[in-house]
């Protein structure tokens, strides 16, 4: 019933930029957290970001604080991770998610979130 649609990956050299996005579908995407992971070959799955359902709170990775920002438009149902500064060890698959109903703060956790999309690549070349 839920489904989440990224978009905006690709390759790029150390030093661009891309700005991913994710659309999701339903009628109750203002209620929720939402958030960006990535998995890079033969990694784990990490947490980048993430925004409170109003946008007035975010948390971001140590490694990419100052270079990424995250943020939503509720009334398009669209969630954006502007990528600035690209390194080489950026380069992963990445993912929204939403977070479990009721959560009100941006949370680090992926088992914090229970719908996902099928990610999309972003590859920085140096």
């Known amino acids: 019933q839920v489904q989440l649609v990224e978009s905006g990956g690709g390759l790029v050299q150390a030093g661009g930029s891309l700005r991913l996005s994710c659309a999701a579908s339903?009628?109750?995407?203002?209620?929720?957290?939402m958030g960006w992971f990535r998995r890079a070959p033969g990694k784990e799955r990490e947490f980048v970001a993430a925004?409170?359902?109003?946008?007035?709170?975010?948390e971001y990775a140590d490694s990419v604080k100052g270079r990424f920002t995250i943020s939503r438009d509720n009334a398009k149902n669209t969630v954006y991770l502007q990528m600035n500064g690209l390194k080489p060890e950026d380069t992963a698959v990445y993912s929204c998610?939403?977070?479990?109903?009721?959560?009100?703060?941006?949370?680090?956790?992926?088992?914090?979130?229970?719908?996902w999309g099928q990610g999309t690549q972003v590859t920085v070349s140096s």
């Open positions: 998610a939403r977070s479990i109903l009721g959560t009100i703060r941006p949370d680090t956790r992926d088992s914090r979130y229970d719908f």
């Open positions: 339903g009628r109750t995407f203002s209620t929720y957290v």
């Open positions: 925004i409170s359902w109003n946008g007035g709170s975010t």
